[in-house]
């Protein structure tokens, strides 16, 4: 189906994997999806079900949307700090989101395959 195919651009998660390393460092990640009650966990694959794992692809497009939303407000702490704080601000947002978008990224590109 379409709309579970990645970007041309992924190559179906090689971009992640040769270039960003996700393999790497996926471990130390953290998941964040089995701390709250009805959270889905996106450490593991669970299993091979279809449903379960158009759900799985969701989720990964769920926890990138709310990474990339944790970022936006990162500017406005530039409204009432000093201007260096702003940009440590702005780059703890970028540390500590971009690599849990990647591999939300990277997770949904090799799902994709699966569907």
Not at 23 to 30: A, D, I, T
Not at 35 to 43: H, N, R, S, T, V
Not at 84 to 110: D, E, F, K, S
Request: charged share 20%; hydrophobic share 45%.
């Amino acid at each position: 189906m379409w709309w579970f195919r990645t970007k041309s651009w992924e190559y179906r998660g090689k971009v992640y994997k040769n270039i960003f390393k996700v393999k790497k460092w996926r471990g130390v990640v953290p998941d964040g999806g089995g701390l709250f009650k009805g959270g889905f966990p996106k450490k593991n694959l669970e299993n091979s079900d279809p449903q379960y794992l158009k759900t799985f692809f969701y989720e990964t497009k769920r926890a990138e949307l709310t990474h990339w939303l944790t970022i936006l407000p990162a500017p406005i702490f530039f409204l009432w700090n000093m201007w260096w704080v702003g940009i440590i601000m702005i780059a703890y947002a970028l540390i500590a989101n971009i690599p849990c978008i990647l591999l939300q990224r990277y997770n949904r590109a090799r799902l994709s395959n699966l569907i």
